[in-house]
């Protein structure tokens, strides 16, 4: 059997350990520089706010109905899902942190565990430590796991928070009420092919030929129908490292000139190359983007992207800005008014299993260098150790002006209790 364990509306859930004044009031929370809707309570669902909402264009009704907003506070967020995945830890040794908010527990010899209690007991434990509510679906499979999740978020009084699907009457039943649109691992345009020819419901994607489903959705679709009929075919699967990094801003000003933009491309290489070393990757290619505010129609505009193959793999600051520069300088225009870039690396290579090329590596003395910068980054503040080519006077920073606390990480915001 397998527990999907998820964490209900789970950022608005952390705002709320720490301001339980906001319970039963509706709560969102906005995305990087206070642009769209990431998170809803469900008071703010049930007042017609959708996810990606744009933030500009609800502030009167947030005004009208009180909705309380807030900057995404990502250092407390992660805190809080480290907690509780840590809880959850304690009930099953194998474990697969699926997302910030989720996770798969592997119940392999509960045989004569009574799993309703084990659930609710999660549920306790968790909502007790910490604060967080979560909903419990038990399954043989990941995929229906996944389904019976949904349920019990879905009715949490009849289930008290945790169902599960032990039947095979319980499995039919689920997936006659599960959309094929909300189904786990079915995109929108998978959906859409599958309503056109009649298929509406989980059930229904069952009962469709293996051949047309491997032949439309290839093996991963094949694999999560079987998994849907309850037959064990997705496992837990260990922490992988990120297939892609990137880091994108849209700017708080219109830029025009180019070294305006080659200072945030390089602030903006030199962060995914700290993130590379953290997984301890370099990266074989990289993309640069920049265009213009496609919502200024009073102004021209222009796109453009380039992908470019390094010489060599490396995860050194130095030589990947070097790198994004040389790629911007291939897309960049005069006359235009740009409002985003970013850089987004690709296809790693293990740092410590490199292979040698005749002509062109990496430069080995930067190898020790960007591990001192980082160890002092890491204990005097981000960005302290910058690159001459980053503007040592300005600090990067989101636009954030509805920013809560980090109650959990920084000793300044620690709660204070007044007795």
């Known amino acids: 059997m397998f527990a999907l364990i998820d964490c209900n509306n789970f950022y608005a859930s952390c705002e709320r350990v720490f301001r339980p004044d906001l319970n039963g009031k509706p709560v969102v929370v906005l995305s ?20 990606g909402a744009p ?9 009208q109905h009180g909705v309380q ?13 480290n907690r509780v995945m840590t809880i959850l ?12 908010d989720e996770c798969f527990l592997k119940l ?3 045989d004569f565990f009574n799993l309703q209690s084990h659930g609710e007991e999660m549920r306790y434990k968790v909502t007790k430590w910490t604060g967080i509510p979560i909903s419990v679906g038990i399954a043989p499979t990941k995929a229906l796991a996944k389904v019976a999740n949904r349920i019990a978020k879905k009715y949490p009084t009849e289930t008290k928070g945790v169902y599960i699907i032990d039947s095979e009457e319980k499995r039919i039943k689920a997936l006659k009420w ?33 051949e047309f489903v491997k032949k439309q959705m290839a093996i991963v679709g094949l694999r999560l129908k079987h998994d849907l009929q309850g037959i064990p075919t997705l496992d837990l699967e260990e922490t992988q490292i990120k297939k892609n990094i990137a880091t994108t801003r849209s700017f708080e000003t219109n830029y025009t000139e180019y070294e305006q933009l080659a200072e945030r491309i390089s602030t903006f290489a030199s962060s995914c190359a700290e993130k590379l070393r953290k997984q ?3 990266c074989n290619s990289l993309m640069v983007f920049i265009h213009t505010n496609g919502h200024r129609k009073d102004l021209p505009q222009y796109s453009r992207n380039i992908v470019i193959k390094l010489s060599f793999p490396t995860n050194s600051s130095i030589e990947l800005t070097k790198f994004a520069t040389q790629a911007l300088k291939r897309i960049f225009k005069q006359g235009y008014a740009y409002k985003k870039a970013g850089v987004i690396v690709q296809d790693f290579s293990q740092a410590d299993s490199l292979q040698q090329k005749l002509f062109e590596n990496r430069d080995e003395r930067h190898i020790p260098l960007m591990q001192s910068i980082d160890k002092m980054n890491f204990l005097f503040g981000q960005q302290k150790i910058r690159l001459a080519s980053q503007d040592t006077k300005r600090v990067w920073k989101m636009k954030q002006q509805k920013l809560s606390p980090r109650y959990t990480t920084n000793l300044n915001d620690i709660i204070t209790i007044n007795l």
């Open 108 to 110: 392999k010899g509960f």
């Open 55 to 63: 933030a500009f264009e609800y502030e009167k009704l947030f005004r």
């Open 69 to 81: 907003v807030f900057s995404a506070n990502f250092a407390l967020y992660g805190d809080m899902s």
């Open 89 to 100: 830890s304690d009930y099953s040794p194998e474990m697969e942190i699926y997302s910030i």
């Open 32 to 51: 990087n520089n206070d642009g769209c809707v990431i998170a809803r309570s469900n008071e703010a669902k049930a007042l017609g706010i959708p996810m």
């Open 280 to 282: 301890n990757s370099c």
């Open 178 to 210: 599960l959309k094929v649109e909300d189904v786990w691992g079915i995109g929108r345009q998978h959906s859409k092919r599958l309503n056109a020819i009649g298929v509406k419901t989980a059930f229904d994607f069952t009962q469709l030929d293996d």
